[in-house]
């Protein structure tokens, strides 16, 4: 299933993705925050994975307001993005999940920010406990490339003009939970321009595919080879790796 509503979009500016599977408990506050900021000069995308809950019901609701719907099945996350990229008619895109919040004023704040020439811009980011309402707020690396110390990537708060996509590629589909590491990473290997914006985007729900803790060894071991694979394909060094696999097992052990 496939609906288009709007017949001007060569002329957006930011482009909006939205992937969803199953997510009808959070999918209309995301949906939502994205509609009470939208401009002529913003489209809106959702990617559905083949729900099999109320998602595309909610979704519907919103039609109208909603430039383009997809819903058919994927082969994970990251096919999912590289759809709605590939749908996509902005010079920048942004990818909000399906249980986040983009904060008020954070499309009039990228709009204002637009350089022609950049590739990526960096913004702050919240990762969101909705349960207690505790907030830890979050400023995005502006050095890309692998060290021996955590790295915040901050996805949710990153925006990619489509042209660098085009130049430096797409979400690899073998990635499943890491493809957001594993692209920005490519990106500052291979020279990508960045902007940091002193600006709070995204209020990141914790609960996410990346974010769930627990004891389980098939999550640490899919993780630990997903990491190690990424390093590979960008040719990181020992360091980096050595540090990953002690602060993975530590969390395994800990049950974090």
Known sequence: MRICNSEELDLKLISIITVTYNSAE????TIKSVLSQK??????IIIDGCSTDNTLEIVKKYEKDID???SEKDQGISDAFNKGIGLAHGQIIALLNS?????KGAVECLINNYEPGIDMYRGRMAIWNCKTGEKRHIEPAMD???HCHKIYYAHPSTYITKSAYEKYGLYD????VKMDIDLLMRMAIAGASMKYIPFEFVDFREGGVSTRR?????????????????YDKNKVGLLPRIYDFIRLSVKFILGR
């Open 26 to 29: 959070t999918v209309e506050e």
């Open 39 to 44: 401009t002529e000069a913003v489209e809106y």
């Open 68 to 70: 383009i719907i997809v």
């Open 99 to 103: 249980d986040d919040i983009l904060n």
């Open 144 to 146: 890309l490339l692998p």
């Open 173 to 176: 589909i073998k990635c499943k």
């Open 214 to 230: 627990g004891r389980d060894f098939n999550v640490y071991k899919k993780s630990l080879g997903e990491t190690m694979y990424i």
